[in-house]
């Protein structure tokens, strides 16, 4: 009986093996073509005819062949009140001599936008994040893994679709995970200037599990209340800042150079208020809730 349970056994474990490569030839597959496409996308940039209409319509063919073959990699998705998948490159070049600095993946989000969720391989997302960190502007942090590279602006801006805003991470948030997974949570504010003195209420996940990676953001809706300690560190900030406005104005220079130190004092009054805010938080009321958001953003993101 030994004899008819071994040929069984190799049979039974190479064709669980199958799928596995299969899927790792179709990721292979997926990343040369990638870089195939933003390779011919740097050469016409560097020629100067990026703008043509035959390479604009080719590179529009090419995005197309990537998101059907990242597709058919990552396998059917959906996640509840989230729309169709969109594939995140719109473009292939940062500029003349650099690739695109994008997370490449499939991106779904809400009605109002104010939840969205990108989704891509292990490999692609470690890959994208290792290239990062070597950016010439990269934050130190960026090279530091991905818990990290969560508590930087710099991971939130090419791994989520901005129009013209950021999202400035507060604190961490404590989130159960399973086994095997690997998931981090970040309360933040999505804004289109500094942020000062605001309060977050946005809510950042990274989850890693089952060889994908996935980036979200949803509005978490919190009752803050203003922390006086906190306000009490930005308040001289913001003063010194408008004192030094007014006379700048009233010299009207142009390109005063003084606009650069009212933007030092303002960041610096600022980035004191988000310590302090983080220090303070977990004793806060709302704390419970940003945590019991963030894992309902967890589990809503994880079925898939």
Wanted: net charge negative; with cysteine; glycine share 6%.
């Amino acid at each position: 009986m030994r004899g008819f349970f071994r040929p069984l056994a190799c049979a039974l474990l190479l064709a669980s093996a199958w799928p596995a490569a299969a899927a790792a030839d179709a990721l292979s597959d997926y990343v040369a073509a990638r870089d195939q496409a933003i390779a011919a996308s740097l050469a016409a940039a560097k020629a100067h005819k990026s703008g043509d209409d035959a390479i604009i319509k080719r590179e529009t063919a090419a995005m197309k062949d990537l998101s059907k073959r990242l597709t058919a990699v990552l396998g059917p998705m959906t996640f509840k009140a989230l729309g169709s998948p969109t594939y995140t490159l719109n473009m292939l070049t940062y500029d003349e001599i650099t690739p695109t600095r994008q997370l490449d993946g499939i991106s779904f989000a809400n009605a109002d936008y104010t939840t969205r969720l990108v989704v891509t391989p292990e490999p692609v997302f470690n890959a994208w994040l290792a290239a990062r960190a070597k950016d010439d502007d990269a934050p130190p942090a960026l090279g530091a893994g991905p818990k990290a590279a969560m508590a930087t602006n710099a991971f939130y801006n090419d791994a989520l679709v901005f129009d013209g805003g950021y999202f400035q991470p507060y604190l961490e948030l404590p989130i159960t995970t399973t086994p095997g997974e690997k998931a981090y949570a970040v309360l933040g504010l999505q804004i289109d200037e500094a942020p000062g003195n605001a309060l977050p209420d946005d809510i950042a996940i990274l989850r890693i599990a089952n060889g994908k990676a996935m980036v979200g953001l949803t509005s978490a809706n919190l009752d803050i209340k203003p922390i006086a300690a906190c306000n009490a560190l930005w308040k001289p900030h913001e003063d010194k800042a408008a004192a030094l406005t007014k006379v700048v104005e009233k010299d009207n220079k142009p390109e005063d150079p003084r606009w650069n130190d009212i933007q030092k004092i303002l960041d610096e009054g600022s980035t004191a208020f988000r310590t302090c805010f983080a220090k303070e938080a977990p004793s806060q009321p709302f704390y419970a809730a940003a945590v019991g958001r963030a894992e309902a953003f967890l589990k809503a993101i994880s079925g898939n």
